[in-house]
């Protein structure tokens, strides 16, 4: 048996849900380029992430990496905070009815 070190893939996304338990949904938006027209287009993918402290919040951009199955459905966890999220849900309710 030989220990193989196999790269760990490593995402940045920001995070559009909290309401669970030392999990977080976080949101990864690429640009993907179609063969016949070039026409480039949005895909978006949610992944479910470990987050062990309950530290990162709504709004935040976070990097992201995989590891072992940690659940039916985790199989990332957060590595860093790369951005706060400057805005919560509820301040940006207070402006939209202030217009």
């Known amino acids: ?9 490593r ?4 995070i559009v849900s909290d309401k669970m338990n030392k999990t977080r949904v976080v ?3 690429r640009l993907k380029k179609h063969p016949r027209y070039q026409k480039f287009y949005k895909i ?4 479910k992430v470990h987050d062990e402290k309950n530290e990162f919040k709504i709004g935040d951009l ?11 459905e985790k199989r990332w966890r957060i590595v860093e ?19």
């Open 11 to 14: 995402l940045t996304g920001e």
């Open 1 to 9: 048996m030989t220990n193989q070190i196999t790269k760990k893939r």
């Open 62 to 72: 976070v990097a992201i990496e995989e590891t072992r199955p940690l659940s039916r």
């Open 44 to 47: 978006s993918q949610r992944f």
């Open 27 to 29: 949101l990864i938006t």
């Open 81 to 99: 905070l790369i951005k706060s999220g400057v805005k919560k849900q509820s301040e940006e309710l207070e402006q939209d009815t202030d217009k």
